[in-house]
């Protein structure tokens, strides 16, 4: 594996100032940051803040956009078309772009939120769409997939830059799909399981999964859940036991105003 990797979080979903206080306590630890674009979260006041904190610890930013649904927190599958899911996710790119520019910092990549996320992990159609919209909008936007999807699979066969991404905080399936919220081993709170884990999957490339043997995946990016209680005491001990293993920690794009 290589000795270089990306760790990202999902910032940019909370209104109160113990989120605004994670955010900023992440932004000293990831080497990207996934911004919520008012969908699952995020407005414009929250996105220019995050952006801004961003830019000014040169951590590259990308767009999250997910299902409009803040009393799920996008985390519910709302039944669309995919020519609205299209729409849908062009709308929330184009509006963090639009605050960016005030900031002014560059969009880099998309990676998708919640249960949009897991649905085009599955399902090759939701993929395409939101992979040709994402295209459309700017040939030069990065996708972030979960590693071992119909996202990945799609860009790649496609010729889209795209970028893998695994969960320090997530269970995996046999499959290689993340086990889903509310089941048993679907979520990983303990800092130092998680980090343990990540790095036998950094000497090996092969991830733990619940009820069968390790698998395969491919990971440029190492994502930690902005919104988690114990998100900070996470990334901390995931950065440093990477860095203790003399991996360096970098984004998969570079961090550009």
Same mark, same amino acid.
């Given at each position: 594996?290589?000795?270089?990797?990306?760790?990202?979080?999902?910032?940019?979903?909370?209104?109160? #100032?113990?989120?605004?206080? $994670?955010?900023?306590?992440?932004?000293?630890? %990831?080497?990207?940051?996934?911004?919520?674009?008012?969908?699952?979260?995020?407005?414009?006041?929250?996105?220019?803040?995050?952006?801004?904190?961003?830019? /000014?610890? &040169?951590?590259?930013?990308?767009?999250?956009?997910?299902?409009?649904?803040?009393? &799920?927190?996008?985390?519910?599958?709302?039944?669309?078309?995919?020519?609205?899911?299209? /729409?849908?996710?062009?709308? =929330?790119?184009?509006?963090?772009?639009?605050?960016?520019?005030? %900031?002014?910092?560059?969009?880099?990549?998309?990676?998708?939120?919640?249960?949009?996320?897991?649905? @085009?992990?599955?399902?090759?159609?939701?993929?395409?769409?939101? %992979?040709?919209?994402? =295209? /459309?909008?700017?040939?030069?936007?990065?996708?972030?997939?979960?590693? &071992?999807?119909?996202?990945?699979?799609?860009?790649?066969?496609?010729?889209?830059?795209?970028?893998?991404?695994?969960?320090?905080?997530?269970?995996? =399936?046999?499959?290689? =799909?993340?086990?889903?919220?509310?089941?048993?081993?679907?979520?990983?709170?303990?800092? @130092?399981?998680?980090?343990?884990?990540?790095?036998?999957?950094?000497?090996?490339?092969?991830?733990?999964?619940?009820?069968?043997? *390790?698998? *395969?995946?491919?990971?440029? $990016?190492?994502?930690?859940?902005?919104? $988690?209680?114990?998100?900070?005491?996470?990334?901390? $001990?995931?950065? #440093?036991?990477?860095?203790?293993?003399?991996?360096?920690?970098?984004?998969?794009? *570079?961090?550009? *105003?």
């Amino acid at each position: 594996m290589a000795r270089r990797i990306d760790l990202n979080a999902d910032l940019g979903e909370g209104t109160e #100032a113990a989120h605004h206080a $994670s955010d900023d306590a992440m932004l000293d630890l %990831v080497s990207s940051a996934n911004v919520a674009c008012g969908g699952h979260a995020g407005d414009p006041d929250i996105m220019f803040r995050t952006l801004s904190n961003a830019a /000014r610890n &040169g951590i590259a930013v990308g767009a999250h956009p997910g299902y409009a649904d803040r009393v &799920g927190f996008g985390r519910r599958v709302i039944p669309m078309e995919l020519d609205e899911i299209g /729409r849908m996710v062009a709308a =929330q790119i184009g509006a963090l772009q639009a605050v960016a520019a005030l %900031v002014p910092v560059k969009i880099a990549y998309v990676k998708t939120h919640g249960a949009l996320a897991n649905l @085009a992990a599955r399902d090759a159609d939701v993929a395409h769409a939101i %992979v040709d919209t994402v =295209q /459309r909008i700017d040939p030069r936007l990065a996708v972030l997939a979960i590693s &071992g999807t119909e996202v990945e699979r799609i860009a790649r066969a496609e010729g889209v830059p795209v970028f893998s991404e695994i969960f320090a905080d997530r269970g995996y =399936q046999p499959n290689g =799909q993340l086990v889903p919220r509310g089941e048993p081993g679907a979520m990983i709170h303990d800092a @130092a399981e998680a980090t343990e884990r990540l790095l036998a999957f950094v000497e090996t490339g092969l991830m733990p999964v619940v009820g069968g043997m *390790p698998i *395969p995946l491919e990971a440029d $990016s190492i994502c930690i859940h902005g919104d $988690s209680p114990s998100a900070v005491a996470m990334a901390r $001990s995931v950065r #440093a036991g990477l860095t203790d293993a003399g991996v360096e920690l970098a984004s998969f794009v *570079p961090a550009a *105003p």
